[in-house]
Nanobody, 121 residues
Framework: QVQLVESGGGLVQAGGSLRLSCAAS????????MGWYRQAPRKQREQVAT???????IYGDSVKGRFTISRDNAKNAVYLQMNSLKPEDTAIYYC???????????????WGQGTQVTVSS
């Protein structure tokens, strides 16, 4: 079994910053892409940022220049530094990781349970 656990969400004023963390644990043999997605009320889940194992990054247009994704391969962890937060960044943020499990012997995408980020105006 593989689990992803997020932390770091909360309430912040517009213009403030938050740092999200996500750690993968369990029967992990290897981790490929890791990323963050978010879902606001009455909206579809959208990609926020993705980072490959080698460190290449992709950002959604709405967060470019404000958010920074990073990872620690030794800890199977991914982070999202969010600066200059706006009320429209309010959403549940989910961590996603592509994991090869030595128990299932295959690649699967795993999701965390989500962490709430609320930005007040």
């Amino acid at each position: 079994q593989v689990q992803l656990v997020e932390s770091g969400g909360g309430l912040v004023q517009a213009g403030g910053s938050l740092r999200l963390s996500c750690a993968a644990s369990g029967t992990i043999a290897s981790v490929n892409d890791m990323g963050w997605y978010r879902q606001a009320p009455r909206k579809q889940r959208e990609q926020v940022a993705t980072i490959t194992r080698s460190g290449n990054t992709i950002y959604g247009d709405s967060v470019k220049g404000r958010f920074t994704i990073s990872r620690d391969n030794a800890k199977n962890a991914v982070y999202l530094q969010m600066n200059s937060l706006k009320p429209e960044d309010t959403a549940i943020y989910y961590c996603r990781a592509e994991v090869y499990s030595y128990s299932s012997r295959r690649w699967d995408a795993y999701w965390g349970q989500g962490t709430q980020v609320t930005v007040s105006s």
